[in-house]
């Protein structure tokens, strides 16, 4: 499965504080922010319009490496799977419309 995008949140990150003290996890929400930029990567500018399936599958630390994959892109669908090493962190899908203009 080839990579559309790698990302690391950095230890210090602001989100981290409360997502839990003394056993921090990456929110889910951060790897979907990840995702969608890697989406906006490959298509240019979207605005999300669902997000139809979306499964944590294991917890990402933070200063671990996870690689973003797309497995299917066609017609306003984006299925994803991001991972860590050998395991499954995430996989869904997203819907979304290309934004011509640039803005969201």
Do not use: W, Y
């Amino acid at each position: 499965m080839p990579a559309d995008a790698t990302f690391t949140i950095a230890p210090d990150h602001p989100a981290l504080a409360g997502h839990f003290p003394g056993n921090p996890i990456v929110p889910g929400v951060l790897v979907l922010e990840h995702v969608q930029l890697a989406l906006e990567a490959r298509v240019g500018p979207v605005r999300l319009t669902s997000l139809p399936q979306a499964k944590f599958l294991s917890p990402l630390r933070p200063g671990e490496s996870c690689v973003i994959a797309f497995t299917s892109l066609a017609d306003g669908h984006a299925q994803f799977d991001c991972r860590s090493g050998d395991r499954s962190v995430a996989r869904g899908s997203m819907r979304f419309e290309t934004d011509a203009n640039g803005s969201k």
